[in-house]
């Protein structure tokens, strides 16, 4: 059984940072790992995916220049290190991962992952 546990996640003012955090136990090979995001009332977006040996990276346009994604495969771990926060990048942050993929890409598409984790919510105040 594959589980994904978060942390990481607060209150942080308009223009901080804070470092959500993500670790899988059960199967953790070949795998690639994405954030996605929910605001309240809106569907759940994708914000970030990072491939299997963390080689390729991707990001929501929104995101872009100032989130990074990351990986650490020894400790199984997945980062989403996010700067310059903004009052829309509010939400509460799942972290989620596609088992048995062996290919080296990302995945975009929260229908493209098969576990996910139970979220960590990020406010960010203006």
């Known amino acids: 059984q594959v589980q994904l546990v978060e942390s990481g996640g607060g209150l942080v003012q308009a223009g901080g940072s804070l470092r ?5 136990s059960g199967r953790t090979d070949d795998n690639v790992m994405g954030w996605f995001r929910q605001a309240p009332g809106k569907e759940r977006d994708f914000v970030a995916s990072i491939s299997r040996s963390g ?21 199984n771990t997945v980062h989403l290190q996010m700067n ?6 509010t939400a509460v942050y799942y972290c989620a991962t596609l088992q ?17 984790g139970q979220g960590t919510q990020v406010t960010v105040s203006s």
Not at 84 to 89: C, N, Q, R, T, V
């Open 20 to 24: 959500v955090s993500c670790v899988v």
């Open 55 to 75: 080689g390729n990276t991707a990001y929501a346009d929104s995101v872009k220049g100032r989130f990074t994604i990351s990986r650490d495969n020894v400790k």
């Open 84 to 89: 310059s926060l903004k009052p829309e990048d």
């Open 100 to 116: 048995g993929y062996i290919g080296d890409r990302v995945k975009t598409g929260a229908k493209d992952y098969d576990y996910w």
